[in-house]
C-alpha cells in the first residue's frame, strides 16, 4: 500500500514538473494605444446651453507607464504570486468645446464616474478605479482633472508643461481638459469620454448682451437653457465663430423684444453646432424652433428678429385691397383637410440623460375619421417635454386650420411689408369680407417695374377674426310627409302562395 502510495505521489510530481510554465503576459507598448484625435484646423464645438460633448477627440498624449497585476494563485504546493496582466497610465489632454461655464456630469463608456458642478479653472479627483472590473475587468478611471476653459488670460497648465514640454500654447480660445493617472488595465482599450457641459455667459466676443436674459433655467433648476435670441445674436456679432457682424447693424429692441417674450415663456434652447451644417442653416434651424423670422429690414438695413405669436390687435392691421395697393392675386389655394397629419410626433434631446424623447399631438376627431396619418418633426435644440409638447400642439394646430394661400402682387404701397408682416386682406368678389394674413415671402421686382409679390398664409391666431361673406349653398332638401297622389302605378294579379 506505501509503496502504492510513493509511486502515486512521484506520478504527481514528474507531471507538475513536466508542465509547461504559464508564459508571462507582455506589457502593451505605448503605440498600441489608439486615440480619437483631430487634424489641425478642425473647428471647435460651439455650445449653447446645457448639453452632452460625446467627440471625444485627444490633443496629446505623455508619461506613459504600466504596473503589473499581481494575484495569488493556488497550486499543487500551496498559494504563489504571478502577473496576470498590467495597469496602464498615462497623461491625456483632449478638447472639448468652445468655452464652457462648468461641468455637470462626466461619463466613460456611458458609465458614470462623476456629477456635480465643476466649474472652470479648478482640479478634480476622479476615484472610480473598479469603474470596469478593476484589476480582474478593464480596470477603471483614477487620478487628477484639470478643466481649462480657455479664457483670455488663461495661463499654460505646468502639468501639461511637465508631460509635453515648455513649447507649449496656452490654449486660450478652447475649452480643454486634461486628465493624468490610472484609466484602463489588461489592455490598451481606453474607453471614450463624454461630459454633459453647460454654457450661457463664457466664451462671448467681448461683453456678454443683455445679460439678465441670457439663461433660462428648466426643469425645476435642472437645466441651464440659452436663450434664442442671444443664440442668434452671439452668432452674428462673434469675429471668431460668427459672422463677425457690427451690433449695430442689428436692431437690437427687436432682439431684446424677442428675448423677453422667450424669456417669459421659458422657451431656452440646448444646443451644440458641430460645424456639420452651414451657419446660416444653423440659424435658420433655431429660428425654426422658437417660431420667428429673420431678415433684414429693407426699411433700415438692419437684421430684425421677429416671434410669429398672437401679438397684435386687429384694430392697428392695415386692410389691402383693389383699391389700397393690390393689383392681382396670381395664386389662391384651398387646402383639403382629409389627407392632412392628424397626429404629430415631437422628438427632442434630454440634456439629463442625452436620449431622445417623443412627444405627441393627436387631432383624435380626424383619427376616428380618417386613420392615424402621423408626421414626425425632430427638434434637436428642444430640452424638456413642457417645450415639446407646445411645440407638437402649434404644429398641429397649423396643419389643421385648411389655412388659405395667396400669392399676391402689390404695388409700391406695400413697400414696409415684411417677413412676418400681418395684415387684413379684403376680397369681397372672392367672398371674403377680411381675412387675416401673414406674410411668408416676400420678392421685390427690378426698379423700373416696382411691383411686389407677397406670399402669404391665412394667420393661425387670426382664424376666429377671419369672416366669409358669401358661404356655399346647402345642398340638404328636407323630406317631403304630406300624402300625395300616385302618379305611376301597374295592376297584376298576385298568385295563389302570396
Known sequence: MWIQIALFVASLVISYALQPKPTRPKPAAFEDFDFPTAEDGTPHIVVFGDTWLTDWTVIGTGNYRNEAIVAKQKGLFGTKKSETGFRYFMGIHFGLCNSLDDV???KVADKSIWDGSFPSHDILYLDKPDAFGGDKGEGGIEGNLYLMSGASNQPVLPQLSEMLGPDIPAYRGVATAFFFFFFCSNGPYPKPWSLRVRRTQSGWDGAIWYPEKVTIWL????????NAAHIIYEAQTNTIWGRGFHASQLDLQSFKSVADQLYEE????CLAWRRQDSLKEFIQQVVNQIGAAFFVDRTTGLWKLVLIRDNYKVSNLTTF????????IDEDDNPANDAVSNQVVVTYRDPVSNEDRS???????????HGIIQEHKSYAGIATADIAGRIAARDLKIVHSALKRFKLVFNRKAYYLQPASVFILSLPERGIDSIIVRAVRIEHDVMTNGEITVTVVQDVFGLPKAHYVQQQPSLYKPAVFDPLPVSKFKVFELPYVY
Do not use: P, V
Open 359 to 369: 412627444i405627441y399631438a393627436e387631432n383624435l376627431a380626424a383619427i376616428q375619421q
Open 219 to 226: 426643469n425645476d433648476n435642472n437645466i441651464k437653457a440659452m
Open 266 to 269: 421659458k422657451f431656452g434652447i
Open 104 to 106: 455637470i456630469e462626466i
Open 321 to 328: 385691397d383693389y383699391s389700397n395697393g393690390l393689383l392681382r
